[in-house]
């Protein structure tokens, strides 16, 4: 687990400059590490039957079109309208007053922010020209990538089983390990909050302000 400094100011950046995460977006597509996951499949026997039943439903989520363009963005969207829900009004506005995200109601205002983060991280992303490439649909039921997006959802399932479960509902889950490296500070500042409470996540939120701010 990051400090909360850490957390604070890598969430703040990524609010503040959205194409700085595009950086850590674009290394996952990553073969040594899908041969790695793969390596790992072939001696993980006591998952086997599980990760089949899971592979069985990334058939599926493919074939209903899980791979389309606005899937992806919406995986984001879902992950920062979740951390964004714990986030008190005013604090909100003194986050995400920079962006020009007006404090119009908890609804409205969550999905205009993370629409925007993540439409901007989207746009920039060589991963939206994989997927209109059809490069992610061609090779994530061939071995290694397969293996890391459902080991990357187990994983999820274990450390922030409210993330999965909200990701599952559409199967965003499996995409997840696409988006996990700029997604990661939120997920961590949840986590602060599942396990350590209310008053540890608003110190996070505390200095999240103050590295928006400090931007500006």
């Known amino acids: 687990m990051s400090t909360y400094i850490d957390i604070a100011k890598r969430i703040a950046q990524i609010i503040t400059s959205p194409e700085t995460a595009v950086g850590l977006v674009h290394g996952v597509l990553s073969v040594p590490q899908d041969l790695g996951y793969l390596a790992y499949g072939f001696i993980d026997t006591d998952s086997?039957?599980?990760?089949?039943?899971?592979?069985?439903r990334l058939i599926k989520a493919i074939r209903f079109g899980i791979l389309q363009n606005e899937n992806f963005?919406?995986?984001?969207?879902?992950?920062?309208?979740?951390?964004n829900q714990y986030v008190p009004e005013k604090k909100r506005e003194g986050i995400y007053a920079k962006i020009g995200a007006s404090?119009?109601?908890?609804?409205?205002?969550?999905?205009?922010?993370?629409?925007k983060i993540a439409t901007s991280i989207a746009q920039r992303s060589s991963l939206m020209v994989a997927l209109r490439g059809g490069i992610v649909g061609n090779t994530l039921l061939a071995g290694g990538m397969a293996e890391r997006s459902i080991y990357t959802s187990q994983r999820l399932q274990s450390t922030?089983?409210?993330?999965y479960y909200t990701l599952r509902q559409r199967?965003?889950?499996?995409?997840?390990?696409?988006?996990?490296?700029?997604?990661?500070?939120?997920?961590?500042?949840?986590?602060?909050?599942?396990?350590q409470g209310e008053?540890?996540?608003n110190q996070i939120l505390d200095l999240v302000e103050k590295g928006v701010n400090h931007g500006r």
């Open 199 to 201: 008053t540890a996540f």
């Open 103 to 115: 404090v119009v109601g908890r609804a409205i205002t969550n999905s205009i922010i993370s629409k």
């Open 73 to 83: 963005v919406r995986t984001i969207e879902t992950v920062l309208n979740k951390f």
């Open 160 to 163: 922030d089983p409210e993330i």
């Open 48 to 56: 086997r039957y599980n990760r089949e039943t899971e592979r069985i």
């Open 171 to 195: 199967n965003y889950d499996f995409l997840y390990f696409l988006v996990e490296p700029a997604l990661h500070p939120f997920i961590e500042a949840l986590r602060v909050r599942r396990t």
